[in-house]
């Protein structure tokens, strides 16, 4: 299935509505995964000590910003060329050694995919969440392929 401009586009101006306030957005995103996986929390150092996600943590915005970014980085490499390279051939290591698996992958995508809504608001649709399912989906791809 082709990654169109649209699509590309869609995902950049959410994620520009995100980054405007990222620790909100982050700790959101925390928040949203930890609901649905609270094992999880073991998997971040920055959440190993802390019984909640943190406010204003300096680690906790940058490791969601990247995470964030990776998809928005995805988009653009699927408008672009149709697939997903890894800029950072570590990402399957420091997956495989985290213990991360598919569920893992889905608990991420559901608590980006709440996120992104929460950062644009009544600009949501079905069209903005399948843009950032599918860059999201070929980044899981990329790095599982990077873990085996």
Known sequence: MEFTMRQEALVNSSWEAFNQNLPLF?????TFMLEKAPAAKNMFSVLKDDNEVPLANPSINAHTEMVFGMVRDAATQLQTTGQVVLGDATMG???TQK????LHFMVVKEALLKTIKEAVGDKWSEELSNAWEIAYDGLAVA????MS
């Open 99 to 102: 213990r991360v698996h598919g």
């Open 143 to 146: 790095i599982m392929k990077e």
């Open 93 to 95: 290591v420091v997956h």
């Open 26 to 30: 982050s700790v959101l995103f925390y």
